[in-house]
């Protein structure tokens, strides 16, 4: 597309690998957004080291972005002068995004809360299987082809469980918003959240040993940082009541491996792991194979046709800020705990 082109539409490139384009904008929203916006430079734009891409970023006054992005550092902001906004199809910005952005005062937003939807609902699916103990019923099926048998194993039901939930982010809300039909009492940990906020939300703020000690399910939702790194080890692990269920849809990190490997391998407890550390475990790791463990390879997050909320969210942000100014998922510097 020739980006000299006179229009009076705002320019705009796209920067994220071919694939990743593919996946995101439907043939609907693709077509919303060329109509919000004029897209300059190659499409998409997948680095910045050909002329086109260098000429489209100088006009550009929003730059889309996803999966893949090349680095956007103080070089690379340096050749978009005009820039005013950069829109996220995914998750976090923090892996591509140089802390210079906001420093320039530079709006960013991120398609997070849309993502959010399909790793709740994901998680929500998981509990409901592992209080049902549908992973231990589902081996014993494979390997005695017999009526199941509820001897050994641990007891059962979603009705009026208690869940703990480590963290109330978007994702934790809303899971706090899909088990609360199970008539369950929802404990949190988050020291974000206040008296008033959990009232909302109808639920109890707890520490995390008094969760621990209390939970039916506990449920993991908070952010990968250094100071949650291991946040569940053996300590936290040994306060769970047998039978209890761990579900981790965040970060694998947040959990010591070999704690919960003893405590999963001794039948204690339950857990669906769709995250882990390392990612993916080592091959001869006995996880893979005992009957009271779900593994899964990070699925939970938007996949297929879930992909397509993501760019149906970044061209609502486009069209709502060309509108009136306004991004509904905007992100802060001090959010992403940027060290640069």
Known sequence: MDHNAPSSRPSAVVVMTEESFREVFSA???????????????LPITGFATPASRDALRCAR??????????IDAAVLDLAPQLEAVVHTAGTVKTFLDAEAFRRGIRVSTAAAANATPVAEFTFAAIVFGLKRASRFAHQLRTTRRRRS??????????GVTIGILGASRVGREVIRLVSRLQARILVCDPYLTAEGAERLGVEVVSLDEMCRQCDVLTLHAPSTPATRHIIGAPELALLHDGALVVN?????LIDTDALTA???SGRLDAYLDVTEPEPLPHDSPLYTLPNVVLTPH???????????LGDSAVREVEQYLGRGVLAHELRAEELAYTA
């Open 28 to 42: 609907d929203a693709l077509a919303r957004l060329q109509s919000a916006v004029e897209i300059v430079g190659p």
């Open 62 to 71: 929003i730059m889309l972005t996803g999966w893949g992005a090349p680095r």
């Open 150 to 159: 509820v001897a050994g194993v641990p007891p059962l039901g979603t009705n």
């Open 249 to 253: 849809t965040a970060r694998g990190a």
């Open 263 to 265: 405590e999963l391998l």
């Open 299 to 309: 699925i939970a997050g938007a996949l297929g046709n879930e992909i397509h909320r």
